[in-house]
């Protein structure tokens, strides 16, 4: 399926019933296309999972990139959504490569507002994109009924600037 603005190159699923039919498994999709990143990663997360086997990998193949001088973009919400793991690894990846890591902690309650960033996506080498249900999270990559799609195409940079304009919106303190 494509269009003028990109092009759906897989569908992946997780849940007992959906697994295999027609899609690939979102789990390998996620860790095989952070694994093909060559030079950025960029990733919006509403919730960060709990220490085990899934999240440590995903968090292995992110210092990995950062220890290979791939810029890796992070940008997560600063509530109980983000799992006391995933905030501690994030804080130490942002100390440890200051200069290809960039965390930005999305406060849902800033100026008392009450929005949250609500996104799933992952944005590889500004050239495809996986945009879906899951979070970064064991029950989401295995046990949750979730769908995720992989795009290419014009939509994919589109997405990585509204990325990189969020950013810089919560570095800078401005109204988001």
């Not at 699923?13 to 860790?31: A, H, N, P, Q, Y």
């Given at each position: 399926?494509?269009?003028?603005?990109?092009i759906?190159?897989?569908?992946?699923?997780?849940?007992?019933?959906?697994?295999?039919?027609?899609?690939?498994?979102?789990?390998?999709?996620?860790?095989?296309?952070?694994?093909?990143?060559?030079?950025?990663?960029?990733?919006?997360?509403?919730?960060?999972g709990?220490?085990?086997?899934d999240?440590?990998?995903f968090?292995?193949?992110?210092?990995?990139?950062?220890?290979?001088?791939?810029?890796?973009?992070?940008?997560?919400?600063?509530?109980?959504?983000?799992?006391?793991?995933?905030?501690?690894?994030l804080?130490?990846?942002?100390?440890?490569?200051?200069?290809?890591?960039?965390?930005?902690?999305?406060?849902?309650?800033?100026?008392g507002?009450?929005?949250?960033?609500?996104?799933k996506?992952?944005?590889?080498?500004?050239?495809?994109?996986l945009?879906?249900?899951?979070?970064?999270?064991?029950?989401?990559?295995?046990?949750?009924?979730?769908?995720?799609?992989?795009?290419?195409?014009k939509?994919?940079?589109?997405?990585?600037?509204?990325?990189?304009?969020?950013s810089q919106?919560?570095?800078?303190?401005?109204?988001?």
């Open positions: 399926m494509s269009s003028n603005r990109g759906v190159e897989k569908i992946a699923s997780s849940g007992m019933i959906w697994s295999g039919e027609m899609t690939t498994d979102i789990r390998s999709l996620f860790f095989k296309s952070l694994q093909a990143a060559k030079s950025s990663i960029t990733i919006s997360a509403f919730s960060m709990n220490e085990n086997s999240v440590i990998e968090f292995k193949i992110i210092q990995n990139k950062l220890v290979g001088r791939k810029k890796v973009m992070i940008i997560a919400n600063d509530d109980e959504n983000l799992k006391k793991f995933s905030r501690t690894k804080l130490l990846l942002s100390e440890k490569f200051p200069e290809n890591f960039t965390l930005r902690l999305f406060d849902p309650k800033r100026a507002k009450n929005m949250i960033l609500h996104s996506l992952t944005i590889i080498d500004r050239k495809f994109a945009v879906g249900s899951a979070n970064i999270s064991r029950q989401a990559l295995e046990h949750n009924y979730e769908m995720m799609i992989k795009i290419s195409g939509s994919v940079s589109m997405m990585d600037d509204m990325m990189i304009r969020l919106a919560i570095e800078e303190g401005d109204d988001y």
